[in-house]
């Protein structure tokens, strides 16, 4: 293994300190639950909003703690959700006269610590709503999950409900937006290479020089299939098509509408997992324009990037989010966070 790293298990608090550094007055580091929090909060006039999950997918979730987006983050250790007690804390340090809203992306962890914290605050008296994202068209099931994953599609979610939140928001609100926002969004993984958790030592799993993995989870779960590695363009519109074919209920709950239909317009995001190189996920930035294009589909605006990776797996996934005039402004409201990836 090599990284740059001192003790394993110091990985995480070591990389929070620096965080904490490196945005003096802006966000405060409490090592006792691996929370990274605003300096300011919490504020009376806003819901609090916190996010968990486990560290390695940076700048998922501590890099977008700040104004317009999240008042705290409290991850576990890398790919591990945190423990229940950290939630616990966290949600009181932040707990807000108009509530506090959890954000879980979907991991049987996750909803576990979230779910028991959510007891033992209300237990005593706090506020607190949750609301789960599943945007990942992969597999329905997976290896840590009852249902879809929750990836990089997250930040859409957390960008949509820090702008409202700042806007003062109802606890009610935020969470029929959240709703909203997942509702339309929806998100496809592909690997090239596994990647390296420091405590471990080696690979979580291993892919031949030849070979990809299609639809695969952001802690390397397996995907749709182990397939044999072709252009960049074949791949894209694989990952386009799952994406486009998914579909949703109708209103009358018999039949089945397409989310992004002929004339909807999207934000397109490609997210790199933390070992591919910007100017690839250009080159299939340009192929998915233009596939959302021959199908009608407009494209918004554009984020390219690291958003939410897996430590240093080779690899990128690709998320649209259906947008309308409401969403718009709210994914355009200013954002000061460590890492401005908005």
Not at 117 to 123: F, H, I, Q
Not at 209 to 220: A, K, S, T
Not at 257 to 281: C, F, Q, R
Request: charged share 20%; net charge negative; proline share 6%.
């Amino acid at each position: 293994m090599k990284k740059f790293v001192n003790d394993p298990k110091q990985f995480v608090p070591e990389m929070l300190k620096g965080i904490e550094l490196a945005n003096p007055g802006k966000v405060k580091y409490v090592p006792e639950f691996n929370l990274i929090m605003r300096a300011d909060a919490p504020k009376t006039n806003k819901v609090s909003i916190i996010q968990g999950s486990g560290s390695g997918h940076e700048p998922a979730h501590v890099m977008v703690v700040g104004p317009g987006m999240l008042d705290g983050a409290c991850p576990g250790d890398v790919f591990a959700a945190p423990p229940m007690d950290y939630v616990v804390g966290t949600s009181k340090l932040l707990n807000s006269p108009k509530g506090i809203l959890h954000i879980v992306n979907n991991y049987s962890g996750d909803r576990m610590a979230f779910e028991m914290a959510t007891e033992m605050l209300e237990a005593e008296g706090i506020t607190v709503k949750t609301l789960f994202v599943d945007d990942d068209v992969a597999v329905q099931n997976s290896t840590w999950t009852v249902g879809r994953r929750g990836v990089a599609g997250n930040f859409f979610v957390m960008k949509a409900l820090g702008a409202a939140s700042e806007d003062g928001a109802s606890l009610d609100d935020l969470i029929a937006l959240g709703q909203q926002v997942n509702a339309v969004t929806r998100s496809m993984g592909v690997a090239l290479t596994g990647c390296t958790p420091p405590a471990k030592g080696k690979p979580i799993f291993t892919l031949a020089d030849n070979e990809i993995e299609m639809g695969v989870g952001i802690h390397g779960e397996p995907g749709r299939a182990r397939k044999p590695l072709v252009s960049a363009n074949e791949i894209v519109d694989e990952m386009v098509d799952a994406i486009l074919t998914d579909r949703k209920p109708s209103a009358d709950g018999k039949t089945v509408d397409p989310i992004y239909g002929k004339g909807s317009e999207v934000a397109l995001m490609v997210n790199g997992l933390g070992g591919t190189p910007i100017s690839e996920l250009y080159l299939v930035y340009g192929r998915a324009h233009a596939q959302l294009e021959k199908a009608g589909v407009k494209v918004w605006r554009s984020y390219v990037g690291e958003y939410c990776t897996s430590l240093e797996m080779a690899g990128l996934s690709i998320t649209l989010c259906k947008v309308d005039d409401k969403l718009k402004k709210l994914l355009l409201a200013p954002a000061e966070i460590p890492i401005r990836v908005f």
